[in-house]
């Protein structure tokens, strides 16, 4: 099994409710974003996947969140802008985009601050 990792960045502000007093109050992070794709198969080059694509793709993701109100995106509507939601919808998009069948999102996780983040494990 191959893992490869890329790691992107972007800043938000987000809202969340029921979480203690002070996460209430609108307030932004800047996110590290750790994405990690898996295989058993690498390609004719003799790699899993291209890191241009993968961070192409990412990047594309990236620009849905970067400098946004989160609570304002459809996403979000229905599932509060945490860390741990917000992982599971980098993961869930970058599914839809890798289109080689033997490569697959495993985990992401979303870094709202150094100490504290949340992963989603696909």
Same mark, same amino acid.
């Given at each position: 099994m191959y893992e490869l990792k890329v790691v992107t960045r972007f800043a938000a502000a987000h809202q969340l409710q029921m979480v203690g007093a002070k996460c209430e109050n609108l307030h932004g992070h800047n996110w590290r974003i750790e994405v990690y794709v898996v295989g058993t198969? @690498?390609? =004719?080059? $003799?790699? @899993?996947? =291209?890191? $241009?694509?993968?961070?192409?793709?990412v990047a594309a993701i990236m620009s849905t969140l970067d400098h946004k109100f989160l609570n304002e995106l459809e996403h979000f509507k229905q599932d509060c802008p945490s860390s741990e939601n917000i992982a599971r919808y980098v993961a869930e998009e970058l599914q839809k985009k890798i289109d080689t069948p033997s490569v697959s999102v495993s985990r992401v996780t979303a870094w709202e601050s150094e100490d504290a983040g949340a992963t989603f494990i696909v």
């Open positions: 198969r @690498l390609n =004719d080059a $003799g790699v @899993l996947m =291209d890191f $241009g694509e993968i961070k192409a793709h």
